[in-house]
């Protein structure tokens, strides 16, 4: 049996597998080695995996995750991972090398997470070959849900939005301006927070003001990052994450103006980690 996770900043989805087709899934929180220790990490895990599991008849995990890239946070997770299924292979991973490989296989291509948020590379086929960093949500996140959110807040804060967007919001999110400020700049996580407005924008597309503030967002992340590596007219473009799939008719909107072909746009890698791991398997 195959157990694969892909851990983003929100959650982490969970799926187990034969050689042939996927067998049951699960979600937990979050799990990023930058904030959690392999305690906490191995107590989710145990809490919420682990008990509707045979943990025998697992052979092989790989957890795929933001945080993984260095080799002292994979550890983190791997010893996590290792104290509860004693009898299986472990490999750890960034979440992006999983982006790529669920979005083009063992294809080159140019692969980018646009979700709470974002990432991309270059990838050959079989390794990242090439990554613009995406700086986080306080210096960067491009295109991301972080990203968005934080120019919706500052035009909300601004009351720069439309008059009918302003109330809505507020009727929505029933907070002050102070408290706005105190969840960006004292409570964790505010990275989610700024996300969660794209759930409130989705319900007015058809406003320029928020279509344009997004397609802002997503041709930022163009310009500063997925044209930047060579040859990216040669090659497909792909994306995964909720945002991208949310707002794919806008992606593909400023795709098109910066004369870049995309290919797969997914809401989450997992079907395609899956396909590429019964696939190697198999092979």
Not at 61 to 77: D, P, R, S, T, W
Not at 114 to 136: A, E, H, M, P, R
Not at 223 to 250: M, R, W
Request: glycine letters at 6%; aromatic letters at 10%; one cysteine or more.
């Amino acid at each position: 049996m195959i157990l694969i996770a892909d851990s983003g900043s929100t959650k982490t989805e969970w799926s187990l597998c034969n050689e042939i087709t996927l067998l049951q899934q699960f979600q937990t929180t979050g799990l990023n080695p930058f904030f959690s220790d392999e305690h906490y990490i191995a107590d989710v895990i145990q809490k919420n995996i682990v008990s509707s599991l045979d943990i025998n008849s697992i052979t092989s995990v790989h957890f795929y995750g933001a945080g993984c890239l260095f080799e002292e946070q994979k550890n983190i997770v791997k010893k996590a991972c290792t104290s509860l299924f004693k009898k299986a292979a472990h490999t750890v991973e960034s979440d992006l090398l999983g982006a790529a490989r669920a979005l083009c296989g063992q294809e080159a291509g140019i692969a980018c997470i646009l979700g709470t948020g974002s990432n991309s590379c270059f990838y050959d086929g079989k390794n990242i070959v090439k990554n613009i960093s995406s700086l986080g949500y306080i210096l960067g996140d491009e295109g991301s849900g972080a990203h968005i959110g934080k120019m919706f807040i500052r035009a909300y804060l601004r009351k720069d939005l439309p008059e009918e967007i302003q109330a809505a919001f507020f009727d929505k999110c029933k907070l002050s301006d102070e408290e706005i400020m105190h969840k960006v700049y004292h409570e964790l996580n505010p990275n989610r927070f700024l996300s969660s407005c794209t759930r409130f924008m989705v319900n007015y597309l058809q406003n320029d003001f928020i279509s344009n503030l997004i397609k802002k967002s997503f041709s930022e992340s163009f310009t500063n990052h997925i044209c930047k590596y060579p040859q990216h007219e040669k090659h497909l473009v792909h994306f995964t994450g909720s945002v991208a799939f949310i707002f794919k008719d806008l992606l593909s909107q400023i795709a098109a103006q910066h004369k870049v072909r995309i290919g797969n746009i997914t809401r989450s890698p997992m079907e395609g980690l899956i396909k590429f791991h019964t696939q190697l398997k198999k092979a």
